[in-house]
């Protein structure tokens, strides 16, 4: 992991499973797991049985565009490593045990097609990843740290490489790389043991350069049976050569319309060959292009029909097959080692992998009788979302069942308020819900009391639009310079809602375009006074229009554009709106007039465009892919958090949810302030919001300890007596709470200035009258930083492991028990994150069954179970228990039960806000203050703390558990958090006791490779020979 933040995500997927439309497929070496890439950008992990039954696990992120190819990137069985690229340029390297991306990239090429080269050097296996793409030579890179280190290049006719092949050769220490270019020319590079230790750009030319005729290439796959055929498959026909000479030993037209995609030997006389439209064929060879037969070669230069493949078997899609919006992808694979399966994977845009194992017994049937093979196994994701039960929750599910309907009313758009704790979700109905957020995660993730209470949690329904909402805006989050009160939303009736967020009140109505609104948008901080008061809405009918919230009227409207709208971009000095087109058009608008200055194209769109970067690279808002915009949407997230610290004038003490590395520092902030944020997400723009909830576990121990500073009863601990009191290791802590504490008192009085200063006295008197009538949304009748906290620590505990402790933290410490496995997720470099979809419990249910061998239900891993998922998974879980655990402990009252948690702390007051809010105090309960209370409560997170810490692995049982990464403790042992850092030193120090003196042996030697010398051995001796006659 990256950067300081320890983020870890809660996916809440909703029943409707995510749009996967397959663009490629792999299948790992051991046959247990398939990945598969889609157009949107996404990556899919299956899990398969070895009785080829699939399950999808999780769903990594991070890819800006569609996925063109997937290769392994390692060849040992222990590290599962995989490497995909995109349209884009993107390449990542991927862990596929847990999800992590260990390295990514971008180049300025799109690659088509890798494959993995490993070579010996000396005794160190290395390996490299062979690139073919949109550019005229092949690209060799290192398998780990993605650098390109050289390319084969074409000396004659160079071109675009439509498909290679590697062809290892046993006999030399030389292996060939055999390509064919778009133009139908086959090239022979020679890969010798010096030329795979290159780690330079010198080029690599050819060794041989032959026309073959072959225009439209889709595969070329060497026969690894005989070590003597190529086969070359064309979109009309395919062919086998020999692979010494490159002669033509037998050709096959296509049928018809029909399209070959692709094709590979399943054995030395047979070759599998798939069509664009999903049907896949078996073919036996004929006698010439068999190495062993007496006729082999016997029709080279000759056209004989005799030479025409019989068709052995087909394999057909199945008959009910739903209209798909693009062709399948097919793959042929087998086993080198067992289970030694011949597979054909197909996926299609409806997310669906269908399976046909290829048996051996073809070779028995007559030529004359061409079977049909049945699929072993097919599934989508939607399907596997349906056989689930309970099913997946979304996150306001409980509010959006209608009487007498099965489906939930979908949510289609939303937006997280953090310092009010709201969450804006508009729905498919035209309606828009207001809800707490912890509140109704709790309701869907944990069991409890508001199970039984009808419409919990307090909400409040915004009826206005007639149809789909589709886009929701608060934008006072993004700057202050708008109104706190004004909530913004668009939707599918051409209309855009003004809405008072405290009253619910409906301010005001546009309806000044003539499609459905598809995004809203703030502009930069450096526009004039009157743009800067308006949101810039973007609608289907290729319009744009600046919509004044202050004004309440639309000041322009810019809609000549003939296609649709892809980029909208500003040129505030100017006072230019510049729009881009899907075509490659960009309109320049002039905001104060609403008067287009120009239309251009080609190379002088591009350069208008490049030039609004360079100007303020910040305001971009691309609209064209969601991939995009959900990495877009997550940083404008983070940079709203960053102005909204700016006007409080706190200082940036949590880190911020995108951890961003080196690479990534120019375009991700580096710090937010919330505890929680609630993400939502959509894999592609048809499909309705999931939900993710990022809890920032540093920003939750400073919340707690600001708060617990604050408590202005003397009774109380104060961050003086906390100094005092505590011990060494909290002393940091403590420091810290007293320092936030004073910033919080000068900026409460900052802001009261202002408050006074900036609103009318008047106006503020009506206003309150007004939230007097209207009903409270109760949203400030809870402490939302304990609320978060007690979410956050009922999910991490370890449930079912010890009944005395479970039934202390559900009676004293007021935890919750989860109802079902909680989907979490991991966040690795520059913001790359896996989520485990629903569906991973099945799959964590028959590893863990194959583990104990004995038949595992259910309730054996709810709320135990992710700490089987994967090792890093478990780092990160330890880490945020027990420094919250330990966070908690030093606190006074820290249980989640009793009237504390019903009102939170005093709070600087909101300009606009809830009057009530700056007056109330928090209401202290009478029996906590029992010293002996007090000590069970702490005795009980102590209790918790030790178990996660020391007895997991004990209580769990090694085959149900999967240990901390030592590295990833490493890392922390400096943490700048204080209570991370003591969590990381402790579960570091235990791992090493429980591995014992051989897994210490084990680890010092695989670390010791990667750690610096800074002694010069040469001089060092010459200093020991030196020094020794003076001893």
């Not at 800006?64 to 690229?85: E, G, H, M, N, R």
């Not at 980029?567 to 899907?582: M, Q, T």
């Not at 802001?751 to 009538?773: A, V």
Request: glycine letters at 6%.
């Amino acid at each position: 992991m990256s950067g300081n933040g320890l983020v870890l995500p809660i996916v809440l997927w909703g029943r409707t499973a995510p749009t996967h439309c397959i663009s490629t497929v792999l299948v790992m070496d051991d046959f247990s797991t398939i990945i598969t890439g889609c157009h949107d950008g996404q990556i899919c992990l299956w899990d398969m049985t070895p009785e080829l039954e699939i399950c999808p696990r999780a769903m990594l992120f991070g890819h800006t565009a569609s996925i063109t190819c997937l290769s392994k990137a390692s060849a040992c069985s222990d590290k599962q490593f995989i490497v995909s690229a995109a349209e884009s340029g993107e390449m990542c390297l991927w862990d596929v045990n847990d999800g992590r991306c260990i390295e990514f990239t971008k180049l300025a090429c799109a690659h088509t097609g890798i494959q993995f080269y490993q070579f010996t050097v000396s005794t160190e296996r290395e390996g490299r990843l062979l690139c073919n793409g949109h550019y005229p030579e092949i690209l060799v890179v290192d398998a780990t740290s993605l650098e390109v280190l050289y390319s084969l290049v074409s000396k004659i006719s160079p071109d675009w490489i439509s498909s290679m092949s590697i062809i290892r050769s046993h006999r030399t220490q030389e292996d060939t790389v055999v390509a064919v270019s778009v133009t139908g020319i086959l090239k022979v590079w020679i890969i010798t043991a010096e030329v795979s230790k290159m780690q330079d750009m010198d080029p690599v030319f050819e060794e041989e350069s032959k026309p073959i005729y072959c225009q439209g290439c889709q595969s070329i796959s060497f026969c690894t049976f005989t070590q003597s055929s190529l086969l070359v498959v064309c979109s009309k026909y395919w062919r086998v050569f020999d692979a010494g000479d490159y002669s033509l030993l037998c050709s096959m037209p296509s049928d018809g319309d029909q399209i070959w995609a692709g094709g590979e030997f399943i054995a030395a006389d047979k070759v599998i060959i798939w069509t664009e439209d999903g049907h896949s064929y078996i073919y036996k060879l004929p006698a010439s292009c068999l190495h062993a037969s007496e006729h082999f070669r016997s029709d080279v230069g000759k056209t004989s029909d005799g030479s025409v493949p019989p068709l052995l078997c087909s394999i057909a899609n199945r008959a009910d097959k739903e209209l798909l919006i693009c062709p399948p992808v097919t793959r042929f694979f087998f086993g080198r080692r067992e289970p030694f399966h011949k597979l054909l994977i197909q996926g299609d845009s409806a997310g669906r992998l269908s399976l046909w194992s290829i048996p051996e017994t073809s070779s028995k049937l007559p030529p004359t009788t061409p079977a049909e093979l049945q699929v072993s196994s097919t599934v989508n994701l939607q399907e596997a979302f349906d056989k689930l039960t309970p099913v997946s929750a979304g996150i306001i599910d409980q509010l959006s069942v209608l009487p007498g309907k099965e489906e939930p009313i979908k949510v289609t758009s939303s937006v997280y308020i953090p310092s009010q704790g709201r969450l804006v979700c508009g729905r498919e109905d035209g309606s828009i819900i207001l809800v707490p957020a912890t509140q109704t995660a709790i309701v869907q993730l944990l069991q409890g009391e508001h199970m039984l209470r009808r419409g919990w949690p307090p909400h409040r329904t915004l009826r206005g639009h007639r149809s789909k909402v589709t886009c929701v805006l608060y934008p006072y989050q993004i700057s202050p310079r708008y109104d706190q009160r004004s909530l913004v939303s668009g939707g599918v009736d051409f209309s855009v809602i003004v809405w008072d967020i405290f009253t619910g009140e409906m301010k005001h109505i546009f309806c000044v375009h003539g499609g459905e609104i598809t995004q809203l948008i703030i502009p930069p901080e450096n526009c004039s006074t009157r743009v800067q008061h308006c949101v810039c809405s973007v609608a289907s009918d290729h319009s744009v229009g600046l919509l004044s919230l202050r004004e309440r009227k639309c000041i322009m409207l810019a809609s000549r554009h003939l296609f649709p709208i892809q980029v909208i971009k500003w040129r505030p000095a100017d006072d230019y709106l510049v729009v881009g087109c899907s075509d490659g058009s960009v309109y320049v608008w002039q905001m104060d007039t609403g008067a287009l200055d120009r239309c251009v194209m080609g190379i002088t769109a591009v350069e208008i465009l490049n030039a609004c970067d360079e100007l303020a690279p910040a305001t971009v808002d691309a609209l064209s892919h969601s991939a995009v915009n959900l990495k877009q949407a997550m940083t404008r997230r983070s940079l709203a958090a960053l102005k909204n610290m700016a006007q409080h004038k706190l200082q940036t003490l949590a880190t911020n949810l995108l951890a961003a590395d080196n690479a990534d520092k120019g375009n991700l902030p580096k710090y937010s302030h919330n505890a929680l944020v609630v993400q939502a997400m959509k894999t592609n723009l048809t499909d309705p919001d999931m939900h993710v909830l990022f809890f920032d576990v540093e920003a939750v121990i400073i919340q707690l300890l600001t708060e617990e500073a604050q408590r202005p009863n003397p009774t109380l601990v104060s961050p003086e007596s906390l100094q005092k009191s505590q011990a060494g290791a909290d002393k940091g802590g403590s420091f810290l709470a007293n320092k936030i504490f004073k910033q919080v008192k000068e900026t409460m009085k900052e802001t009261i200035k202002e408050h006074l200063l900036d609103e009318d006295e008047e106006e503020e008197e009506e206003m309150r009258r007004r939230e007097e009538k209207s009903k409270s949304l109760s949203l400030l009748e809870y402490n939302l930083t304990m609320d978060t906290a007690k979410l956050f620590m009922s999910c991490l505990h370890a449930w079912g492991l010890n009944e005395q402790l479970d039934g202390i933290c559900l009676d004293r410490l007021g935890m919750l028990r989860p109802h079902c496995p909680i989907s979490f997720g991991l966040i690795s470099r520059g913001g790359h994150m896996s989520l485990m979809l629903p569906t991973f419990k099945e799959s964590l249910l028959q590893q863990l069954s194959l583990a104990t061998g004995r038949k595992l239900t259910l309730s054996d891993i709810v709320g135990k179970g992710t700490y089987g998922v994967s090792r890093a998974v478990t780092t990160q879980h330890l880490l945020s228990v027990i420094s919250l655990a330990n966070t908690l402990m030093g606190m006074t009252n820290a249980t989640f039960v009793g009237e504390h948690m019903k009102k939170a702390p005093a709070r600087p007051p909101r300009p606009g806000g809830t009057p009530e809010s700056p007056r109330r105090t928090p209401a202290v309960p009478p029996q906590p203050s029992c010293p002996a209370l007090q000590a069970q409560i702490k005795q009980g997170w102590s209790q918790l703390a030790a178990m996660h810490c020391v007895m997991l692995p004990d209580l769990l049982g090694l085959d149900k558990y999967r240990p901390p990464l030592l590295e990833m403790l490493a890392r922390r042992w400096q943490d700048r958090c204080l209570e991370v850092r003591e969590a990381a030193q402790a579960l570091l120090l235990a791992e090493l006791r429980r591995i014992g003196q051989c897994g210490r042996k084990e680890t010092i030697d695989m670390w010791a490779p990667y750690l610096p010398q800074y002694v010069d051995t040469v001089s060092s001796r010459k200093c020991l020979t030196v020094c020794r006659p003076k001893i």
